[in-house]
Nanobody
Framework: QVQVAESGGGLVQAGGSLRLSCRASGDTFSTYGMGWIRQAPGKERELVADYSWSGGRTHYADSVKGRFAVSGDNVDTTVWLQMNSLKPEDTAVYYC???????????????????WGQGTQVTVSS
């Protein structure tokens, strides 16, 4: 069993920055990858970034490459999503989710993410 909990959302103007945090816990959390997934109103959930505890490998959606950066700390068991140059279209609920390690990194399939946080709202005003 793995527990994940996000924090750090809020309201920001376009061009601004926010940093989201995700704390993972449980005996087997390190056997999972950690994905940041967002869902905008009326849209499907989409993966924006993925992180591997092993070696710190990362993956990004094309829509956020060069603007978002994911990082993690195995000791603190925390993963961060640094979001820069935010745009109104980045407005969404952002979730942290534990990806099954036998699933490909960057998987766009939500069923591959087994444990989810409660989500945190990010709103970018124009």
């Amino acid at each position: 069993q793995v527990q994940v909990a996000e924090s750090g959302g809020g309201l920001v103007q376009a061009g601004g920055s926010l940093r989201l945090s995700c704390r993972a816990s449980g005996d087997t959390f390190s056997t999972y990858g950690m994905g940041w997934i967002r869902q905008a109103p009326g849209k499907e959930r989409e993966l924006v970034a993925d992180y591997s505890w092993s070696g710190g490998r990362t993956h990004y959606a094309d829509s956020v490459k060069g603007r978002f950066a994911v990082s993690g700390d195995n000791v603190d068991t925390t993963v961060w999503l640094q979001m820069n140059s935010l745009k109104p279209e980045d407005t969404a609920v952002y979730y942290c989710a534990a990806r099954r390690i036998d699933r490909v990194m960057g998987s766009p399939f939500m069923d591959d993410y087994e444990y989810w946080g409660q989500g945190t709202q990010v709103t970018v005003s124009s």
